[in-house]
């Protein structure tokens, strides 16, 4: 019996400790293991003095036949374990539930916050600064609320300042980011604490209880115990990424470029009065996320895996190519079309100079902006970082955009002739923005390549961006000939005795299925020449970019087994089921 707390432990906090390490493994970053180390730390030391009080004064107690004997001031071992041990698990529960999110767009400040916000945040301070009211009062009183009111009195105050500080941020977190953390582990510690109440592993003092149960022997207290807990933990952890938000989103408050801000930059930067937030360039971030998440299931899974500053400007380059490709396509006349292009080619002039011109002020380009773009588009034409970006991977790609309108199913203009044509295209359109990505990569990453080797990447880049886009035309076959356009080359049909016409007619005909797989066939032999090349780059970036490639290419494995579902936003499409997504960016960042 001596070991009862220490099994408490074995049977039921290490096992999903182990298994959410197990899980969050591949995904977890050294900032991940910052944030839960410091957060135990914090836990640690607030905790112990408060819990050595209890043990002391006699408001908890432990049989000696429970535990196994060695203390600190008083608190047993196994009860220290249990202060890293449950924040470790909720932590590691939050860590896994937030890779998604991109934390930067939910910075906000009171005048960008709508008035329910507002009132929320008011009320939950009302209700923090009654809690501690509370608990004083039931201190003072003594007797059967005293454990209670030690609990409010200790736990208040520090929800009520990361509350005050983060409050807003934290209102608009996805509500099962935050909620999730909190539940699940506080109703599994409840069973846990029912079970080790009814064995006497520890016991709670009855002249200082109100002797309210939950359920069987699990006391109100303790039950508030571990939901205000779970709560710390968890408004700890927002209030560490709000901070980390703050640094990675306004470089102009914080030039230095760094993965893991120095803790002097993270206290400034939760600190950092939010009226000084760039709240347009908050909203661009939110309109970028958006357009990722609806426009690239793929692309907006690997994003997650980026670090900090990387991962905004990767999501604001892929919403202006988005955006520049939707202007385009979605225009009604093949005019209409062409004048875009047009005004593409000239804020690019702008932003780059041209022969006769000298690059222009911000503020002329975002007049242009203003008087040439659509108010939706605006912000991923200002937001791009040109500054990073060399200028003519951004010319090619309009130049690929050029190629999508030379289609003319009247005048039976069909410009991709032969393997040269397509490859053409392909570089035009996605080895333009494989370049573009990993220049950014190059910017932002903490180790430094050799220009030699930067150069072998850059082809590699060029040649898994024709990979890229194989799949990419392979897959939407159906879909582009509703537009009247086939990607697939003449000479082609012209072997399987089709024309362009034909694939336009009937794109679900055998004969179409056939190229459609030889069409995979090239994009899997330009994926296997570049992909080893990837090894070259620094280990931080290598398994998220190997995740953004595998994670596309993986519709092509799809498509050459047809197990595919059909996409819920363009009909004619195949995806790849977001388990098979998952399984594939867990297994390569495991790999790594």
């Known amino acids: 019996m001596a070991y009862d707390y220490a099994l408490v432990h074995l049977k039921y906090t290490i096992p999903p400790a182990g298994l959410l390490t197990f899980i969050s493994g591949p995904l977890l970053t050294r900032l991940d293991l910052y944030k839960t180390l410091t957060l135990i730390l914090v836990a640690f030391f607030a905790t112990l003095p408060w819990d050595s009080y209890l043990v002391r004064h006699g408001i908890w107690t432990y049989p000696p036949d429970a535990i196994a004997g060695p203390r600190l001031f008083s608190v047993p071992a196994e009860e220290l374990f249990f202060f890293v041990i449950q924040t470790y698990i ?20 009171k ?6 916000s507002r009132r929320i945040r008011t009320l939950g301070q009302v209700i923090l600064i009654g809690c501690i009211t509370m608990g004083t009062y039931l201190v003072r009183k003594g007797g059967e609320g005293t454990y209670l009111g030690l609990i409010l009195i200790w736990a208040c105050p520090f929800a009520l300042l990361t509350w005050t500080f983060s409050g807003y941020f934290l209102i608009k977190l996805p509500l099962v980011c935050i909620a999730t953390p909190i539940v699940l582990p506080t109703v599994y510690l409840w069973i846990v ?90 909203k661009g971030i939110r309109e970028a996320v958006e357009t990722l998440r609806r426009k690239s299931r793929s692309f907006y899974l690997a994003s997650s895996v980026f670090p900090g500053r ?27 079309a062409s004048t875009w292009i047009k005004k593409l080619t000239k804020y690019l002039d702008l932003i780059y100079g041209s022969d006769d011109q000298s690059p222009s002020s911000t503020r002329a380009i975002n007049d242009f902006i203003r008087d040439n773009f659509p108010e939706g588009t605006r912000s991923a034409l200002e937001l791009l970082p040109t500054q990073i970006l060399r200028s003519e991977p951004l010319y090619d790609l309009l130049e690929g955009f050029k190629m999508d309108l030379s289609f003319t199913l009247d005048e039976r203009k069909f410009p991709i002739k032969d393997e040269a044509d397509l490859e053409r295209y392909a570089h035009r359109v996605a080895s333009t923005v494989g370049e573009l990505c990993l220049r950014l990569v190059f910017y932002h990453c903490e180790t430094k390549l050799p220009n ?39 000479n082609w049909l012209n072997e399987e005795n089709l024309k362009p016409e034909d694939i336009i007619g009937n794109p679900k005909q055998p004969k179409v299925e056939r190229l459609r797989q030889k069409l995979l066939d090239l994009a899997f032999k330009e994926y296997e020449g570049s992909r080893p090349v990837m090894n070259i780059l620094p280990r931080k970036v290598r398994g998220p970019l190997i995740v953004a490639v595998e994670s596309y290419m993986e519709i092509g494995r799809v498509l050459r087994e047809r197990t595919g ?25 495991l790999a790594e």
Request: charged share 25%; net charge neutral; aromatic share 10%.
């Open 193 to 282: 604490d029912e079970l080790a109440l009814g064995r006497g592993t520890w016991a709670i003092e009855s002249r200082t209880k109100l002797g309210w149960r939950i359920w069987g022997n699990l006391e109100l207290e303790e039950a508030v115990f571990f939901l205000v807990t779970n709560s710390l933990i968890v408004f700890g952890m927002v209030a560490f990424d709000r901070g980390l938000a703050v640094f990675y989103t306004f470089p102009e408050l914080f030039p230095v470029d760094r993965e893991t801000p120095s803790p002097s930059n993270l206290v400034r930067a939760v600190l950092t009065n939010p009226a000084k937030y760039d709240t347009v360039r908050v």
């Open 565 to 589: 579902v059909p996409s819920k936003s363009r009909r004619g499409r195949a995806t790849v089921p977001r388990s098979r997504r998952l399984w594939v960016a867990w297994e390569n960042l």
């Open 111 to 116: 005048q960008d916050s709508s008035p329910a």
């Open 310 to 336: 990387l991962r905004i400007d990767l999501v604001l380059l892929y919403s202006f190519c988005r955006v520049a490709d939707d202007l385009i396509d979605g225009s009604r006349r093949e005019g209409e």
């Open 452 to 490: 030699d080797k930067e150069a072998v990447l850059v082809i590699a880049a060029q040649t898994m961006g024709h990979a890229l886009q194989y799949v990419n035309i392979a897959r939407d076959i159906l879909v582009d000939a509703g537009m009247g356009r086939v990607y697939l080359p003449t």
């Open 90 to 109: 909720t932590s590691m529960l939050y860590v896994l539930l937030n890779k998604p999110v991109l934390h930067a767009q939910f910075l906000t400040n």
